[in-house]
């Protein structure tokens, strides 16, 4: 029988983590991933260099039913924790855009040191390895797997969430949390693209790879984002777009501004300051106020929000009310996408395993003792920018500490 104190299944961010940690505090691991290529979202993160983790962390960088969970175990393992761990192995990082902190070594460097940390702590790897049953009797979980049969007396899930399928992310952690009577919050794909289908999108979609600077926000909820928005033949992405898809809910309308400027009364200020004795047309006017927005994008806007017949009309001759409407409508615009792109193109899930069934401060189960719960498959979604992977280095040290304080070595 093989017999180990703990068993992990997910060799991803967390898990490896998780194993590495628990393994070098003294504990018997084992490790299983059900592909024979492991960490695959930390070797295709940040295009290649893994954005592991942001200067600035905490649980209100975070979306969930209950973000404050995250605060216990984000504040016991910090960004500056994962950086001393890389200086162990010699790699090197770069900050860039709001924090964000990328390896000079490239991804595949922080795999080969996760790799290196669960060495140090003997950690058995199983792998490609499937699991097709998990019990539990009052002492211990029986895992059964295609390599054989595996008990210990604490379980850890590691497995992730639903985005990227390609590279083999599955619900399986899910499954495992409904066979112990978890309670789960509906899951979504977060941190992707929108698809926007209405009939006045033809305008746009012509316009992909047009890139703006802007503030969006969404109709459910009061976070907003100053990010880049990118303009895609099905709808639109980008910083600001990935972000606030972590709060969109299906019906939602976005309120995106990338006017340039403070308000909508002084958008309608430098409007009526403009046409004072001009002879420009309204698309003149329109063409030198938005001098920052491609031409062609203001052409698309124009007719999108039928003001395309006013293009040939002196600017001066148009009254308050037409002006009071331009800038309104041009200062903010307003649309309602239809769908996220999927889990395809998701860089995370949302929703998981619910906090409420969890221990903050070991990422225990409250009803299934020496069962826990990390990384992806839990309601912490973090935001774009090395949250994530902040989110699993500090939820694998808490269930790893857990473990090993309880020091339940098996006979």
């Known amino acids: 029988m093989n017999r180990f104190d703990v068993i992990v299944i997910g060799a991803g961010a967390a898990g490896m983590m998780c194993a590495a940690q628990a393994g070098q505090r003294g504990c018997s691991v084992l490790l299983i991933d059900h592909s024979e290529q492991i960490a695959e979202k930390i070797r295709i993160s940040g295009g290649g260099r893994c954005n592991f983790t942001n200067k600035e962390v905490n649980w209100r960088h975070f ?77 211990f979980f029986r895992v059964f797997t295609t390599q054989g049969e595996a008990i210990a007396q604490h379980l850890v899930i590691a497995t992730g969430g639903l985005p990227v399928p390609k ?19 509906e899951t979504a794909p977060a941190l992707v693209p929108l698809i926007v289908r209405s009939q006045d999108w033809s305008l746009f979609s012509g316009l992909s790879g047009v890139g703006l600077s802007g503030r969006v ?39 995106l501004n990338c006017s340039g400027y403070s308000s909508q009364a002084d958008l309608l200020a430098r409007l009526q300051e403009r046409i004072v004795g001009s002879k420009a047309s309204f698309q003149t006017l329109i063409i030198d106020l938005f001098a920052h927005w491609p031409k062609r994008f203001i052409t698309a806007m124009l007719e999108a929000h039928q003001f395309n017949s006013l293009n040939n009309r002196k600017a001066a001759e148009l009254g308050k009310s037409v002006l009071n409407q331009v800038s309104s409508t041009l200062y903010q615009w307003h649309i309602k996408p239809d769908a996220t792109a999927g889990y395809a193109k998701a860089e995370v899930m949302r929703g ?50 857990s473990v ?4 339940n070595v098996l006979d």
């Open 63 to 139: 979306v969930s039913a209950n973000p404050q969970f995250a605060e216990y175990a984000l504040a016991h393992y910090q960004p500056a924790d994962f950086i001393r761990l890389m200086r162990k192995h010699h790699l090197s990082y770069t900050e860039k855009h709001k924090g964000q902190l990328f390896c000079d070594q490239k991804s595949q460097a922080i795999i080969h040191m996760l790799c290196a940390e669960c060495h140090e702590g003997h950690v058995i790897n199983w792998r490609p390895c499937k699991v097709y049953e998990i019990s539990k009797n009052d002492s």
């Open 167 to 185: 590279i083999g992310a599955t619900d399986f952690g899910i499954h495992v949390a409904k066979q112990f009577k978890h309670s789960i919050v």
């Open 217 to 255: 926000s969404t109709s459910s909820a009061a976070q907003v984002f100053d990010e880049d928005v990118l303009i895609t033949h099905q709808g639109l992405s980008g910083p600001a777009i990935l972000q606030i898809s972590s709060y969109w809910r299906s019906g939602d309308t976005l309120a």
């Open 352 to 401: 998981g395993v619910s906090t409420a069934d969890l221990c903050p401060k070991t990422l225990q189960s409250k009803h299934v003792p020496g069962l826990y719960f990390i990384g992806e498959v839990v309601d912490i979604t973090g935001w774009l920018g090395g949250y994530n992977f902040q989110w699993a280095w500090a939820s694998g040290v808490a269930a790893a500490k």
């Open 404 to 407: 090993a304080n309880r020091n």
